[in-house]
Nanobody, 122 residues
């Protein structure tokens, strides 16, 4: 079992940057693909980015491609989401998740963090 704790959210102006972190417990972090999802009020949870166990494969939603970067440090049991050029529509609760593959659907992930709020202001 894996426990995930996100951090790094906050309030930022449009055009700014934030770096989210997700720390995982346990010794099996490197055996999981990791994903970031987000959910705005009244919306469904949507895929943001995912990274394979080794970090060699990264997938991004079209809406964040070129602005967000996912990375991981298996020695630190941590996955990151660097968010640049933030837009108002990036406002949401951001969740990290652990699963077998770098899938796009929330159902493909087995473990979830509690989420961290990101608010982009004009």
């Amino acid at each position: 079992q894996v426990q995930l704790v996100e951090s790094g959210g906050g309030l930022v102006q449009a055009g700014g940057s934030l770096r989210l972190s997700c720390a995982a417990s346990g010794r099996t972090f490197s055996s999981y693909a990791m994903g970031w999802f987000r959910q705005a009020p009244g919306e469904e949870r949507e895929f943001v980015a995912a990274i394979s166990r080794s970090g060699g494969t990264r997938n991004y939603a079209d809406s964040v491609k070129g602005r967000f970067t996912i990375s991981r440090d298996n020695a630190k049991n941590t996955v990151y989401l660097q968010m640049n050029s933030l837009k108002l529509e990036d406002t949401a609760v951001y969740y990290c998740a652990a699963g077998r593959y770098t899938g796009w659907a929330p159902a493909e992930y087995d473990y979830w963090g509690q989420g961290t709020q990101v608010t982009v202001s004009s």
